[in-house]
């Protein structure tokens, strides 16, 4: 299995070691999510889901993607 879920609060994260191209977007951009010196690399509770789900959206590999457990905050 390659895809490993990072489940927050109300929100959960996945991501897909074999779909990666280590384009380093999800670090950069949002690094108190995507951390990869920390263990777990994603905090999924490190934003405001909407925020996370958004910069998940600019991820060109499609190797990260989310859902949300309850609704999404407004
Ligand atoms: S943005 Fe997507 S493709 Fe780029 S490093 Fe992160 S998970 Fe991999």
């Known amino acids: 299995m390659s895809k490993k879920a990072y489940r927050g609060k109300d929100f959960e994260v ?3 070691s074999e779909k ?8 950069k ?8 010196k920390k263990r777990p690399w994603i905090n999924t509770d ?3 889901t909407d925020k996370i789900a958004a910069h998940i959206d600019t991820c060109p590999s499609g190797a990260l993607s989310y859902r949300y457990l ?3 905050s407004t």
């Open 20 to 27: 990666c191209i280590h384009s380093g977007i999800c670090v």
């Open 46 to 48: 490190g934003a405001p």
């Open 14 to 16: 996945y991501f897909d």
């Open 29 to 36: 951009g949002m690094p108190e999510v995507f951390d990869l």
């Open 70 to 72: 309850s609704s999404p």
